[in-house]
């Protein structure tokens, strides 16, 4: 595979205004990642103070992070040159149909191979509904739920992000920095997580369901985008993940204990993982064959 140029940041320098600080011109990445933290979990504390939701609910306001934070920053370091590219790449649908058969289907052929695994290792374990209307009414939330979060938060993690990581370091160093901040991102939500039984301490549980698999598949979202540049593709590669995740959560019993509790997602990390490898080993061999 040849290396792709990276698209994303804007080829203007400085900041729009002349009173926005030196700091963030500098610094526009650790900038961008403490206002999406700010605005994520500012948002979804300040809707657990005021009402009565639970944190499933809460943290809907989440996504808002990483979209308010690169939209703000790219007007306020670029200006409408900035917000110009935005729109461009936003726009960037024509690449090839493989790509979007594996960004819209690596997510839902490896959940549901996981689930139907998982349900033969420990039955009753997707028990979370009985009847059709409410397998429906699950699956339909997920996909809505999963779109809306894709758009979202690519806005931030490949709109603003990943671009400017990209520039610094290859595409699983990139992956991997993007995956350990979009882990540490989601604690809230994860963060109660609990066996029933109290076999498995809630570190580890917190520890398998943020980072077990979410840096594997983060890797394969770099790789995507940086032979596509497409920032649409990343948003439809997204949102099967999140409908996944959100429909895994409903459908499940809750009733599981010790390893059962980590299996959805222990399996999916070594899925992932696994088609990591194949990617990285197929573009290694091409190398190889161009350069013998």
């Known amino acids: 595979m040849t290396t792709q140029p990276q698209p994303g940041v804007p080829l203007v320098s400085g900041a729009a205004g002349k009173g926005f ?8 990445l650790p900038v961008f990642y403490l206002l ?25 306001a989440l996504p808002a992070g990483p979209a308010a934070a690169g939209v703000s920053l790219t007007a306020l370091l670029y200006g409408r040159t900035g917000l110009r590219e935005l729109g461009t790449r936003l726009r960037q649908w024509r690449v090839g149909p493989r790509w979007y058969l594996f960004a819209l289907l690596t997510g839902p052929i490896v959940m549901a191979t996981t689930a139907a695994l998982v349900s033969m290792m420990f039955p009753g374990y997707y028990a979370g509904t009985t009847t059709l209307e409410g397998t429906a009414a699950i699956i339909l939330g997920g996909l809505l739920v999963g779109l809306a979060v ?22 699983l160093l990139t992956g991997l920095i993007m ?3 979009w882990g540490t991102w989601h604690y809230p939500m994860f963060a109660d997580s609990t066996d029933p039984s ?19 598949f983060r890797v394969l979202m770099v790789w995507v985008y940086d032979r596509t540049g ?21 459908m499940a019993s809750g009733t599981a204990t ?34 013998p």
Not at 154 to 160: K, N
């Open 21 to 28: 600080s030196s700091f963030t011109r500098r610094h526009p």
């Open 36 to 60: 999406a933290f700010f605005i994520s979990w500012g948002g979804m504390a300040a809707i657990l103070r005021a009402g009565h939701l639970t944190v499933t609910w809460a943290a809907a």
């Open 150 to 171: 894709g758009i979202l938060e690519e806005l931030g993690w490949t709109g603003f992000a990943l671009p400017r990581l990209r520039r610094r370091y290859g595409i």
């Open 179 to 181: 995956a350990l901040l």
């Open 198 to 216: 109290g076999a498995m301490p809630n570190a580890v549980i917190v520890a398998v369901f943020l980072f077990a698999w979410l840096p594997p």
């Open 230 to 250: 497409s920032l649409p593709l990343a948003m439809l590669m997204h949102a099967p993940l999140s409908a996944g995740a959100f429909i895994n959560s409903f």
């Open 258 to 291: 010790g390893m059962a509790v980590l299996m959805p997602a222990l399996l999916w990390g070594a899925a992932f993982w696994t088609i990591v490898a194949v990617v990285f080993l197929v573009k290694a061999r091409r190398l190889r064959d161009a350069n």
